[in-house]
């Protein structure tokens, strides 16, 4: 698939809104060969050059979102909080 190269303005955009450590759930992955699957939480390791995200994917997979062809977003500290309490209650079991 040809798409047009991001400029830096929109690399250093897409840096500043999904800094490494932040919590994506995906949607749909375009990847005709080995999609995530949709529902999938991960956590962003970082923004290459040309404004892949690399996500470390929930499932063990590793995989780069490509802006405006992946559907994603980010978690909600609602959300992330939520994640958290519920490790911790599997850790107590």
């Known amino acids: ?3 047009p190269f991001q400029t830096r303005q929109q690399v250093e955009f897409t840096r500043m809104s999904y800094p490494p450590g932040s919590r994506i759930l995906l949607y749909q992955m375009t990847d005709p060969y080995a999609p995530v699957p949709s529902g999938t939480r991960g956590t962003v390791r970082y923004v290459d050059d040309a404004g892949q995200i ?3 994917w929930d499932n063990g997979r590793s ?3 490509i802006p405006g062809v992946d559907s994603f977003r980010k978690l909600t500290q609602q959300e992330i909080a939520q994640e958290q309490s519920m490790s911790m209650e599997e850790m107590k079991l």
Request: net charge positive.
């Open 54 to 56: 690399g996500v470390a």
């Open 1 to 3: 698939m040809n798409r």
């Open 63 to 65: 995989l780069s979102l």
